[in-house]
Nanobody, 120 residues
Framework: QLDLVESGGGWVQAGDSLRLSCAAS????????VGWLRQAPGRERELVSA????????YYAESVKGRFTISRDDSKATFDLQMDVLKPEDTGVYYC?????????????WGLGTQVTVSS
């Protein structure tokens, strides 16, 4: 069982940067895939970025490639999402999640979300 807590959301202007962080508590964090998902009003949750365990692969949605970077620190049981060149379309509630990968990601543990608002 993992408990996840996000931080780092805020209100910024287009072109600015934010860094989201997720702190995990529990056992065997290093064995989980981790990811960031977002949800805008009227839309279902979208996988923004994910990172498999032990450097086995990373994923970025096409809309954020080249602008966002996911990272993890297993010694501290944390993972981050660096978001650069933010656009209004990036606005939404961002959730950190942990789970497994078996061809597709399965998200078992979720944070409560943090709001990111990008104005033009």
């Amino acid at each position: 069982q993992l408990d996840l807590v996000e931080s780092g959301g805020g209100w910024v202007q287009a072109g600015d940067s934010l860094r989201l962080s997720c702190a995990a508590s529990g056992r065997s964090f290093k064995n989980y895939a981790v990811g960031w998902l977002r949800q805008a009003p009227g839309r279902e949750r979208e996988l923004v970025s994910a990172l498999r365990r032990s450097g086995r692969g990373e994923y970025y949605a096409e809309s954020v490639k080249g602008r966002f970077t996911i990272s993890r620190d297993d010694s501290k049981a944390t993972f981050d999402l660096q978001m650069d060149v933010l656009k209004p379309e990036d606005t939404g509630v961002y959730y950190c999640a942990a789970g497994g990968w078996g061809g597709t990601f399965t998200w078992t543990y979720w944070g409560l979300g943090t709001q990111v608002t990008v104005s033009s």
